[in-house]
């Protein structure tokens, strides 16, 4: 089997673990291993614990990195990751590694439904056993939660009428497929802004995919908890693609670096607050011209890294 996926900041994200041989690692979004099998080669007597929650990626690591030792593979969302810890009896990390959202092999895998180019049935699930998908929120959802979840998850502008649309389409029949709810965004979605921001179907199509994966829900918290799963000077590296995850990534690594968080008004500190981390880059790391040239979807990636202490 093929899995095409262009791993992100390849390099950058191994120099970012600072891989001891041996020590333990997690990557919680194994995809297809293009990270993993760079950790893999850095071990010798250390471990590698991968995550995915779609059992295709998952296989094809198995396969990918069958001639590595110490690599152990778990089907969860990477929020449950002290499952696959209880597991595999693992205490603490010395590097942990998440690339956040799709995988390109996701995306051109036209059943999925995942892209607005390939005609499909509404899905988009990572996780093939969910019983919940795009279908469900497209045909059952209110019209305000739809145009809730356009503007918070897609900022799209034209969320209301996209929304409105959508439910006056659905009272003929059910919507369901990936190229009628295309046709439906692209007639809400006035000619003169139709292609100023990407395909017209981009952000309602991300926001689906955000809402039916629960990309954001419990991410800040779940940071949060595997930074504290880290050895003292174990590294975290996350990559996020586009600006929702970011801003959450950044909020989770700044009340943790921080060794107070009191508000600015109060004279003194009361909320005897340590930091727990320090941040290795202030700014998020981007790719290269090198990398831009050859991966689209770099051109949304940032990077950040921590260090726990
Ligand atoms: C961008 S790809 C990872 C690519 C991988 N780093 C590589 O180099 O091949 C993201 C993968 O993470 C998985 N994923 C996304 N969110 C997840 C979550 N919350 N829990 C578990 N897996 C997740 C997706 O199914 C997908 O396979």
């Keep these: 089997m093929d899995f095409k996926h262009y791993s992100v900041m390849k390099q950058e994200c191994i120099d970012a673990l600072n891989i001891k041989s041996d020590g333990n690692y997690l990557d919680c979004t194994v995809g297809g291993a293009g990270h993993s099998f760079e950790i893999a080669k850095k071990l010798k007597n250390g471990k590698l614990l991968c995550l995915d929650k779609d059992e295709v990626a998952l296989?094809?690591?198995?396969?990918?990195?069958?001639?590595?030792?110490?690599?152990?593979?778990?089907?969860?969302?990477?929020?449950?990751?002290?499952?696959?810890?209880?597991?595999?009896?693992?205490?603490?990390?010395?590097?942990?590694?998440?690339?956040?959202?799709?995988s390109s092999y996701q995306i051109d895998t036209a059943e999925r439904g995942f892209s607005y180019m390939h005609n499909a049935p509404l899905d988009m699930r990572m996780n093939q056993e969910q019983t919940f998908s795009a279908y469900d929120i497209v045909n059952k959802w209110q019209e305000?939660?739809?145009?809730?979840?356009?503007?918070?998850?897609?900022?799209?502008?034209?969320?209301?009428?996209?929304?409105?649309?959508?439910?006056?389409?659905?009272?003929?029949?059910?919507?369901?497929?990936?190229?009628?709810?295309?046709?439906?965004?692209?007639?809400?979605?006035?000619?003169?802004?139709?292609?100023?921001?990407?395909?017209?179907?981009?952000?309602?199509?991300?926001?689906?995919?955000?809402?039916?994966?629960?990309?954001?829900?419990?991410?800040?918290?779940?940071?949060?908890?595997?930074?504290?799963?880290?050895?003292?000077?174990?590294?975290?590296?996350?990559?996020?693609?586009?600006?929702?995850?970011?801003?959450?990534v950044k909020q989770a690594f700044a009340l943790l670096s921080k060794d107070c968080i009191c508000p600015p008004k109060i004279p003194i500190c009361v909320c005897n607050h340590k930091a727990e981390i320090k941040l290795i880059n202030k700014k998020p790391i981007l790719a290269t011209k090198q990398e831009l040239s050859e991966n689209s979807r770099s051109h949304s990636a940032k990077l950040r890294i921590i260090e726990k202490i």
């Design 59 to 102: 296989n094809f690591s198995k396969e990918k990195l069958k001639d590595f030792k110490n690599v152990m593979f778990y089907k969860c969302d990477f929020k449950d990751f002290k499952q696959a810890m209880e597991n595999y009896n693992i205490k603490k990390f010395d590097g942990i590694l998440i690339d956040l959202g799709v």
């Design 144 to 248: 305000k939660d739809l145009a809730k979840i356009f503007f918070e998850y897609g900022e799209e502008k034209f969320s209301r009428q996209i929304a409105s649309n959508i439910v006056k389409a659905r009272k003929q029949k059910p919507i369901e497929s990936t190229f009628e709810l295309v046709e439906i965004i692209e007639k809400s979605i006035p000619a003169k802004f139709k292609f100023s921001g990407g395909h017209p179907a981009k952000r309602v199509f991300q926001a689906l995919r955000i809402e039916v994966n629960s990309e954001l829900e419990g991410l800040y918290e779940c940071l949060i908890e595997l930074a504290r799963s880290l050895n003292v000077g174990g590294r975290m590296a996350v990559l996020s693609f586009h600006s929702l995850e970011d801003r959450i």
